[in-house]
């Protein structure tokens, strides 16, 4: 069956299909008794999947080997005995159809394991629109909300899980000692850990979401595909990026660790490149950096800032690096050798 039928399927059980597809889903469904059964086999699935108790791992894998066996098995006794062939025919699509519940199940399953417990109140929400905002949740938990970021989240974190929404950008510090997964539901993205520091930043409209480890390890999941998970290490950023329906997920080294710089005031650089630099002063100050000698982005520099003004700090580099700076407005132009 073509892959537009089986999303059309797929619509009709969540209510989504428009009058049009289900004009065409009833002329499918009316063409065969092999049509009609599919798609009341499905729409069943889809209802019983509600009701599977929210912890429950289904082993699709297995029950799509033992469903394989059994039609290997219908196809050989089909040449022993060819008279039975038309209703083994029947059996062996009943077998797919089986097949097919069986993963629509363990996909609605995995889709409740994932997205937020339906039965949890956000009854407390904190936004920081023009300032950032401190918050503390009832387990202890610290979050710093940076501007134009929303946070809602239970009075009491009781449950199996503590979960929490957010929208923007944040620093975590999860408090420990506790078996509840701490858990940070986006729009179209899921971070979990028992205690552990990290930075989030999440706008639904860049379709770039990006976690970086402080301390402790993070599991970063995409909500969009289930697929596309990693364990994020101290140091270490995942970032998950979004384009229409494709979605991917990198690991690297964090450049440097100032993205929190906003909550904290404090901007440190290690062997740092320029290019980074120059990217976490852009955030940081709200300027532009223009370069004219693309070389200078590989000079390297150290140096720890707190409460340094902008021009301060580039008085610094420029004093030690022989790289020149212009400010015209909020542009800054980098010229020099660099040395």
């Given at each position: 069956?073509?892959?537009?039928?089986?999303?059309?399927?797929?619509?009709?059980?969540?209510?989504?299909?428009?009058?049009?597809?289900?004009?065409?889903l009833?002329?499918?469904?009316?063409?065969?008794?092999?049509?009609?059964?599919?798609?009341?086999?499905?729409?069943?699935?889809?209802?019983?999947?509600?009701?599977?108790?929210?912890?429950?791992?289904?082993?699709v894998?297995?029950?799509?080997?033992?469903?394989?066996?059994?039609?290997?098995?219908?196809?050989?006794?089909?040449?022993?005995?060819?008279?039975?062939?038309?209703m083994?025919?029947?059996?062996?699509?009943?077998?797919?159809?089986?097949?097919f519940?069986?993963?629509?199940?363990?996909?609605?399953?995995?889709?409740?394991?994932?997205?937020?417990?339906?039965?949890?109140?956000?009854?407390?929400?904190?936004?920081?629109?023009?300032?950032?905002?401190?918050?503390?949740?009832?387990?202890?938990?610290?979050?710093?909300?940076?501007?134009?970021?929303?946070?809602?989240?239970?009075?009491?974190?009781?449950?199996?899980?503590?979960?929490?929404?957010?929208?923007?950008?944040?620093?975590?510090?999860?408090?420990?000692?506790?078996?509840?997964?701490?858990?940070?539901?986006?729009?179209?993205?899921?971070?979990?850990?028992?205690?552990?520091?990290?930075?989030?930043?999440?706008?639904?409209?860049?379709?770039?979401?990006?976690?970086?480890?402080?301390?402790?390890?993070?599991?970063?999941?995409?909500?969009?595909?289930?697929?596309?998970?990693?364990?994020?290490?101290?140091?270490?950023?995942?970032?998950?990026?979004?384009?229409?329906?494709?979605?991917?997920?990198?690991?690297?080294?964090?450049?440097?660790?100032?993205?929190?710089?906003?909550?904290?005031?404090?901007?440190k650089?290690?062997?740092?490149?320029?290019?980074?630099?120059?990217?976490?002063?852009?955030?940081?100050?709200?300027?532009?950096?223009?370069?004219?000698?693309?070389?200078?982005?590989t000079?390297?520099?150290?140096?720890?800032?707190?409460?340094?003004?902008?021009?301060?700090?580039?008085?610094?580099?420029?004093?030690?690096?022989?790289?020149?700076?212009?400010?015209?407005?909020?542009?800054?132009?980098?010229?020099?050798?660099?040395?």
């Amino acid at each position: 069956m073509a892959t537009e039928m089986w999303d059309m399927i797929a619509k009709a059980a969540v209510g989504e299909a428009s009058s049009e597809e289900l004009e065409q889903l009833k002329a499918w469904e009316d063409a065969s008794w092999n049509n009609a059964f599919l798609r009341r086999e499905a729409h069943e699935a889809w209802k019983t999947s509600k009701d599977v108790p929210i912890h429950f791992k289904p082993d699709v894998n297995a029950a799509w080997s033992r469903l394989s066996a059994q039609i290997e098995q219908e196809d050989a006794s089909s040449t022993v005995v060819p008279v039975y062939t038309d209703m083994t025919k029947r059996n062996k699509w009943i077998l797919i159809t089986a097949a097919f519940v069986a993963l629509l199940l363990g996909i609605a399953l995995v889709i409740r394991l994932l997205m937020p417990d339906p039965d949890t109140v956000y009854d407390q929400i904190a936004e920081a629109n023009s300032n950032t905002q401190h918050v503390v949740l009832a387990d202890g938990t610290h979050v710093g909300l940076n501007h134009n970021s929303n946070l809602r989240y239970p009075s009491r974190l009781e449950g199996d899980i503590r979960q929490v929404k957010l929208h923007g950008e944040a620093f975590f510090d999860v408090a420990k000692g506790t078996d509840q997964p701490f858990v940070v539901y986006t729009k179209t993205t899921r971070t979990e850990t028992l205690g552990a520091s990290f930075h989030l930043v999440s706008y639904p409209r860049n379709g770039i979401h990006v976690l970086t480890a402080y301390t402790g390890k993070v599991r970063f999941s995409s909500l969009v595909d289930a697929d596309k998970k990693r364990v994020v290490k101290p140091g270490q950023e995942a970032i998950i990026a979004e384009e229409g329906t494709s979605v991917s997920i990198v690991t690297q080294k964090a450049a440097t660790m100032n993205h929190a710089a906003w909550q904290n005031g404090r901007l440190k650089f290690e062997q740092t490149p320029m290019k980074h630099i120059f990217k976490d002063l852009e955030k940081h100050f709200d300027v532009t950096f223009e370069v004219h000698d693309p070389p200078l982005l590989t000079q390297v520099w150290e140096g720890v800032y707190s409460t340094e003004s902008l021009e301060n700090i580039l008085n610094d580099i420029d004093h030690h690096t022989c790289i020149d700076f212009e400010k015209k407005g909020n542009v800054i132009i980098v010229t020099g050798k660099g040395c």
